[in-house]
Protein backbone atom coordinates (compact mmCIF):
# COMPACT_ATOMS: atom_id res chain seq x y z
CA UNK A 1 0.00 0.00 0.00
CA UNK A 2 1.36 3.34 -0.94
CA UNK A 3 2.40 5.77 1.76
CA UNK A 4 -0.84 8.37 0.55
CA UNK A 5 -3.28 5.60 0.92
CA UNK A 6 -1.80 3.71 4.72
CA UNK A 7 -1.87 7.48 5.66
CA UNK A 8 -5.58 8.12 4.49
CA UNK A 9 -6.65 4.50 5.72
CA UNK A 10 -4.92 5.80 9.34
CA UNK A 11 -7.20 8.55 9.56
CA UNK A 12 -10.18 6.69 8.45
CA UNK A 13 -9.65 3.79 11.06
CA UNK A 14 -9.10 6.37 14.01
CA UNK A 15 -11.84 8.43 12.80
CA UNK A 16 -14.47 5.45 12.93
CA UNK A 17 -12.68 3.49 16.11
CA UNK A 18 -12.63 6.38 18.83
CA UNK A 19 -16.24 7.21 18.61
CA UNK A 20 -18.45 6.29 20.94
CA UNK A 21 -20.11 3.17 19.54
CA UNK A 22 -21.33 -0.29 21.21
CA UNK A 23 -17.98 -1.56 22.10
CA UNK A 24 -16.54 1.89 23.37
CA UNK A 25 -19.57 2.57 25.36
CA UNK A 26 -20.08 -0.81 26.68
CA UNK A 27 -16.18 -1.01 28.14
CA UNK A 28 -16.69 2.55 29.16
CA UNK A 29 -19.40 1.09 31.75
CA UNK A 30 -18.05 -1.60 32.38
CA UNK A 31 -14.71 -0.23 33.43
CA UNK A 32 -16.70 2.53 35.72
CA UNK A 33 -18.09 -0.65 37.44
CA UNK A 34 -15.54 -2.84 37.90
CA UNK A 35 -12.17 -1.45 36.63
CA UNK A 36 -9.86 -1.62 34.23
CA UNK A 37 -8.44 -4.96 35.56
CA UNK A 38 -12.13 -6.75 35.29
CA UNK A 39 -12.43 -5.00 31.95
CA UNK A 40 -9.58 -6.90 30.55
CA UNK A 41 -11.44 -10.04 29.22
CA UNK A 42 -14.51 -7.96 27.73
CA UNK A 43 -11.67 -5.63 25.53
CA UNK A 44 -9.72 -8.70 24.01
CA UNK A 45 -13.18 -10.26 23.28
CA UNK A 46 -13.79 -6.81 21.79
CA UNK A 47 -10.63 -6.81 19.44
CA UNK A 48 -11.08 -10.64 18.77
CA UNK A 49 -14.46 -10.19 17.07
CA UNK A 50 -13.41 -7.37 15.00
CA UNK A 51 -10.60 -9.49 14.09
CA UNK A 52 -12.98 -11.83 12.95
CA UNK A 53 -15.15 -9.03 10.80
CA UNK A 54 -11.73 -7.73 9.35
CA UNK A 55 -10.74 -11.46 8.03
CA UNK A 56 -14.04 -11.82 7.00
CA UNK A 57 -14.37 -8.94 4.68
CA UNK A 58 -10.80 -9.57 3.65
CA UNK A 59 -11.57 -13.05 2.18
CA UNK A 60 -14.88 -11.86 0.62
CA UNK A 61 -17.85 -11.75 2.79
CA UNK A 62 -18.60 -8.54 1.37
CA UNK A 63 -19.64 -10.07 -1.61
CA UNK A 64 -21.59 -12.11 0.05
CA UNK A 65 -23.60 -9.80 1.75
CA UNK A 66 -24.34 -7.68 -2.02
CA UNK A 67 -25.45 -11.28 -3.17
CA UNK A 68 -27.39 -11.75 -0.32
CA UNK A 69 -29.18 -9.23 1.57
CA UNK A 70 -31.00 -11.08 4.00
CA UNK A 71 -27.73 -11.61 6.11
CA UNK A 72 -27.53 -8.72 6.22
CA UNK A 73 -31.07 -7.92 7.70
CA UNK A 74 -29.89 -10.75 10.22
CA UNK A 75 -27.44 -9.15 11.61
CA UNK A 76 -29.49 -6.38 12.10
CA UNK A 77 -32.17 -7.61 14.07
CA UNK A 78 -29.55 -10.12 15.99
CA UNK A 79 -27.20 -6.52 16.29
CA UNK A 80 -30.26 -4.58 17.53
CA UNK A 81 -31.19 -7.23 20.17
CA UNK A 82 -27.61 -7.70 21.11
CA UNK A 83 -26.52 -4.09 21.99
CA UNK A 84 -30.45 -3.68 23.53
CA UNK A 85 -29.36 -6.34 25.92
CA UNK A 86 -25.72 -4.57 26.49
CA UNK A 87 -27.93 -1.06 26.94
CA UNK A 88 -30.16 -3.20 30.03
CA UNK A 89 -27.36 -4.77 31.29
CA UNK A 90 -25.54 -0.91 32.21
CA UNK A 91 -28.93 0.08 33.08
CA UNK A 92 -29.24 -2.15 35.75
CA UNK A 93 -26.01 -1.63 37.38
CA UNK A 94 -27.66 2.14 37.91
CA UNK A 95 -28.39 1.65 41.72
CA UNK A 96 -25.31 -0.83 41.99
CA UNK A 97 -23.00 0.48 44.72
CA UNK A 98 -19.28 1.57 43.53
CA UNK A 99 -17.23 -1.47 42.32
CA UNK A 100 -19.43 -4.45 44.20
CA UNK A 101 -17.63 -7.01 45.27
CA UNK A 102 -20.44 -9.40 43.97
CA UNK A 103 -20.14 -8.25 40.67
CA UNK A 104 -19.37 -10.54 37.69
CA UNK A 105 -17.50 -9.12 35.06
CA UNK A 106 -18.57 -9.71 31.60
CA UNK A 107 -16.28 -12.17 30.17
CA UNK A 108 -14.37 -12.69 26.66
CA UNK A 109 -17.52 -14.37 25.09
CA UNK A 110 -19.64 -11.40 25.88
CA UNK A 111 -17.32 -9.27 23.97
CA UNK A 112 -16.50 -11.27 20.87
CA UNK A 113 -20.07 -10.65 19.85
CA UNK A 114 -20.44 -6.86 19.58
CA UNK A 115 -18.94 -6.09 16.27
CA UNK A 116 -20.13 -9.45 14.62
CA UNK A 117 -23.36 -8.25 15.31
CA UNK A 118 -22.71 -4.70 14.79
CA UNK A 119 -23.77 -4.05 10.79
CA UNK A 120 -22.29 -0.93 10.95
CA UNK A 121 -18.68 -2.12 12.09
CA UNK A 122 -19.59 -4.55 8.76
CA UNK A 123 -20.26 -1.58 6.57
CA UNK A 124 -16.97 0.42 8.00
CA UNK A 125 -14.53 -2.38 7.00
CA UNK A 126 -16.88 -2.63 3.84
CA UNK A 127 -15.73 0.81 2.85
CA UNK A 128 -12.40 0.77 3.99
CA UNK A 129 -11.90 -2.91 1.67
CA UNK A 130 -13.77 -1.01 -1.53
CA UNK A 131 -11.45 2.38 -0.79
CA UNK A 132 -8.03 0.98 0.28
CA UNK A 133 -7.24 -2.55 -1.40
CA UNK A 134 -6.29 -2.57 -4.58
CA UNK A 135 -7.04 -5.37 -7.08
CA UNK A 136 -3.15 -5.79 -7.67
CA UNK A 137 -2.43 -5.75 -4.11
CA UNK A 138 -5.25 -7.79 -2.24
CA UNK A 139 -3.22 -9.83 0.44
CA UNK A 140 -0.93 -6.84 1.46
CA UNK A 141 -3.51 -4.36 1.30
CA UNK A 142 -5.77 -6.47 3.35
CA UNK A 143 -3.17 -7.05 5.63
CA UNK A 144 -2.50 -3.58 6.16
CA UNK A 145 -6.03 -2.88 6.33
CA UNK A 146 -6.47 -6.05 9.41
CA UNK A 147 -3.24 -4.24 10.78
CA UNK A 148 -4.19 -0.91 11.08
CA UNK A 149 -7.85 -1.08 11.89
CA UNK A 150 -6.95 -4.00 14.80
CA UNK A 151 -4.79 -1.41 16.12
CA UNK A 152 -6.52 1.75 15.94
CA UNK A 153 -9.37 -0.12 17.87
CA UNK A 154 -7.59 -1.68 20.46
CA UNK A 155 -5.90 2.02 21.13
CA UNK A 156 -9.41 3.46 21.25
CA UNK A 157 -11.09 0.33 23.38
CA UNK A 158 -8.19 0.95 25.76
CA UNK A 159 -8.74 4.56 25.92
CA UNK A 160 -12.21 4.17 26.55
CA UNK A 161 -11.95 1.76 29.28
CA UNK A 162 -9.03 3.88 31.07
CA UNK A 163 -11.56 6.66 31.07
CA UNK A 164 -14.15 4.11 32.98
CA UNK A 165 -11.57 4.09 35.28
CA UNK A 166 -11.15 7.81 35.89
CA UNK A 167 -14.83 8.83 35.56
CA UNK A 168 -15.42 6.08 38.36
CA UNK A 169 -13.36 8.31 41.10
CA UNK A 170 -16.00 11.11 40.49
CA UNK A 171 -18.78 9.16 40.57
CA UNK A 172 -19.42 8.21 44.02
CA UNK A 173 -22.46 10.12 44.96
CA UNK A 174 -25.46 7.63 44.07
CA UNK A 175 -27.29 10.12 42.02
CA UNK A 176 -24.70 10.31 39.83
CA UNK A 177 -24.13 7.11 39.43
CA UNK A 178 -27.75 6.44 38.54
CA UNK A 179 -27.38 9.53 35.67
CA UNK A 180 -23.87 8.39 34.36
CA UNK A 181 -25.34 4.57 33.60
CA UNK A 182 -28.92 5.53 32.93
CA UNK A 183 -27.45 7.60 30.16
CA UNK A 184 -24.98 5.49 29.13
CA UNK A 185 -28.40 2.72 28.11
CA UNK A 186 -30.04 5.47 26.55
CA UNK A 187 -27.12 6.28 24.24
CA UNK A 188 -26.86 2.50 23.56
CA UNK A 189 -30.56 1.99 22.96
CA UNK A 190 -30.23 4.76 20.42
CA UNK A 191 -27.77 3.26 18.84
CA UNK A 192 -29.77 0.26 18.40
CA UNK A 193 -32.36 2.23 17.00
CA UNK A 194 -29.99 4.05 14.63
CA UNK A 195 -29.11 0.45 13.02
CA UNK A 196 -32.79 0.61 11.80
CA UNK A 197 -32.32 4.56 10.23
CA UNK A 198 -29.70 3.60 8.03
Known amino acids: MELQNLSLLVVFAVSMTFTPGPANLTLLGTSVQLGIRSTLPLMAGVVTGFVINALAICVGLGSVFQQFPVMVTFIKVAGTFYILYLAYSLWRVRHAEARRASAVA ?93
Open 106 to 198: PGFFKGILVHPLNPKAWLMLITAYSQFVSPDRVVTDSLALIIVFCLSGLAANSLWTVLGSVIHEYLQVPKMRYSFFTSLAVMLSGLAIALWLT
